[in-house]
């Protein structure tokens, strides 16, 4: 059974311009979270992801936006990047309503300079 | 909302010892724990969870303990060999409730090195 991937693994971009990182979950898995990474933060919630409806959002500012499509797969953007977007970002899947037995990808590793 | 603080932050063992991490919780809502154990380059993986209507589970030489009237959960590693070696969080999670999916909070990590 397929693990979660996330496209891509690797990404720089400078300061202003926007990126998308895609993350397709567990093959019956309905629900995707993504999580921001840094050494400085830690791991932190950014949203969830149900069913194509957005049920959870952490606290980031509206720079930070996703969706879901029909098929679960979701995707992250965030617009006029700042340094401080540099970090790892992680998508979790998981299978039942509650969302426990969340199963992370590898991460997509973005740098902004 | 939800905080978690995880204890130590590094932790360093001899190979064959045991290792045990701490964390403790703020929300009495919270009533689902896991661990992850992240290796350098990967995602976190989830190594052994425990929810609140049980105090303690074991998975061969992983095991995590909760007391919920302290709020306060551990994981105890036995027989450490040195691929146990990586980065450990704890997370909690308070189960349903329109504001709580997919929120896991993490604690902030404990880096383990376990010495040959």
């Known amino acids: 059974k397929a693990g979660v991937t996330q496209t891509p693994r690797y990404l720089i971009k400078t300061r202003g311009q926007q990126v998308t990182l895609s993350c397709s979950p567990i093959s019956g898995h309905r629900s995707v979270s993504w999580y921001q990474q840094t050494p400085g933060q830690g791991l932190q919630f950014l949203f969830e992801?149900?069913?194509?409806?957005?049920?959870n959002k952490g606290n980031f500012p509206g720079r930070f936006s996703g969706r879901q499509f029909s098929n679960s797969r979701s995707e992250m953007n965030v617009s006029t990047l700042e340094l401080g977007d540099s970090a790892l970002y992680l998508c979790?899947?998981?299978?039942?309503?509650?969302?426990?037995?969340?199963?992370f990808g590898q991460g997509t590793r973005l740098t902004v300079v | 909302g939800e905080n978690v603080e995880q204890h130590p932050s590094t932790l360093s063992v001899q190979e064959g010892d045991s290792a045990v991490i701490k964390c403790t919780y703020s929300d009495s809502a919270s009533n689902y724990f896991p661990w992850y154990k992240q290796e350098l380059g990967k995602g976190p993986q989830l190594i052994i969870d425990?929810?609140?209507?049980?105090g303690e589970k074991k998975d061969q030489r992983i095991a995590v303990t909760l007391n919920k009237t302290a709020k306060h959960f551990s994981l105890h590693i036995t027989e450490t060999q040195p691929e146990d070696s990586a980065v450990y969080f704890c997370?909690?999670?308070?189960?349903?409730?329109?504001?709580?999916?997919?929120?896991?909070?993490f604690g902030q990590g404990t880096i383990l090195t376990v010495h040959p």
């Open positions: 425990i929810r609140s209507n049980v």
């Open positions: 979790a899947s998981s299978s039942v309503r509650e969302n426990t037995e969340a199963f």
């Open positions: 997370a909690a999670i308070p189960y349903a409730g329109g504001t709580s999916y997919g929120k896991l909070t």
């Open positions: 992801y149900f069913s194509e409806t957005q049920r």
